[in-house]
C-alpha cells in the first residue's frame, strides 16, 4: 500500500503570507495527487487535482506543484477563510489521504 | 447544483447492521463513479469504498472487506452502503462522494456510531 506522508501538522502564518504544505508518497505516483479543504464542522471541498490542476469556483491563490513523490499545495496570500485542515490524497493505486495540515491565523 | 445527501446512519450494536443511502442530484448519476469516505471523530479521512458508473466495479479498503457493500440504483440517482458485522473501529462519519478517482463532490455526512 501506498503511505502519503504530509507536513507540517500544524501551521499559523499570518494573512497575505506565502504557505506551503508537502506531502511525500512512499512510491511514485505520477500526478494522481489530490488536495482538500476541511473547514471545522463542514465536509471536505476539492481543491486541487491531479497534482496541479484548480477545481472548478476555487480562487486562484489556491496552487499545486510536484510529481513522482513529492508535491506541495501553495496558498500565494493567506486569507481568514482559508483557516481550515488541509489533506492530500493519492489516486494512483488505490486511494490514501495524508494526515491533515490545520493551518490557523497568526 | 450537484448535491448528495447521505442517510441512515446512528447508534449501532457492535455486529449488528446498518444502510446508509445518498440521494444524488445536480447531475447524471449514471455517468460517474461513487465512492464513500469516512472520518472517525477528530480523526483524518479513509477511503472506505467506490463503485463504477454502471456498478460494474467495486473496490474496497481491507478492513471492510466481506463486511460492507456499494451497490447503486442509477434509476433513483441512489448510492447504498450496507455495513455487516460493524465493530467499534467503523465508529465514523460517512461520507458519499462523485467521482471514481479524485472526489470533486461531497455530501454533509452521516454519522455511524458503534457502541453497546
Known amino acids: 500500500d501506498i503511505q502519503m506522508t504530509q507536513s507540517p501538522s500544524f501551521l499559523s502564518a499570518s494573512v497575505g503570507d506565502r504557505v506551503t504544505i508537502n506531502c511525500k508518497a512512499s512510491q511514485n505516483i505520477n500526478k494522481y495527487l489530490d488536495w482538500y479543504q476541511q473547514k471545522l464542522g463542514e465536509a471536505p471541498k476539492l481543491l486541487i487535482y491531479?497534482?496541479?490542476s484548480l477545481h472548478t469556483g476555487i480562487p486562484s491563490r489556491f496552487s499545486g506543484s510536484g510529481s513522482g513523490t513529492d508535491f506541495t499545495l501553495t496558498i500565494s496570500s493567506l486569507q481568514p477563510e482559508d483557516v481550515a485542515t488541509y489533506f492530500c490524497l493519492q489516486h494512483n493505486s488505490g486511494f490514501t489521504f495524508g494526515s491533515g495540515t490545520k493551518l490557523e491565523i497568526k | 447544483e450537484v448535491q448528495l445527501v447521505e442517510s441512515g446512519g446512528g447508534l449501532v450494536q457492535p455486529g449488528r447492521s446498518m444502510k446508509l443511502s445518498c440521494a444524488a442530484s445536480g447531475f447524471t448519476f449514471s455517468n460517474y463513479g461513487m465512492a464513500w469516505v469516512r472520518q472517525a471523530p477528530t480523526k483524518g479521512l479513509e477511503w472506505v469504498a467506490t463503485i463504477s458508473y454502471d456498478g460494474s466495479s467495486t473496490y474496497y479498503r481491507d478492513s471492510v472487506k466481506g463486511r460492507f457493500t456499494i451497490s447503486r440504483d442509477n434509476a433513483k440517482s441512489t448510492l447504498y452502503l450496507q455495513m455487516n458485522s460493524l465493530r467499534s473501529e467503523d465508529t465514523a462519519t460517512y461520507y458519499c462522494?462523485?467521482?471514481?478517482?479524485?472526489?470533486?463532490?461531497w455530501g454533509q455526512g452521516t454519522l455511524v456510531t458503534v457502541s453497546s
Open positions: 491531479n497534482t496541479n
Open positions: 462522494t462523485r467521482g471514481g478517482s479524485c472526489f470533486a463532490y
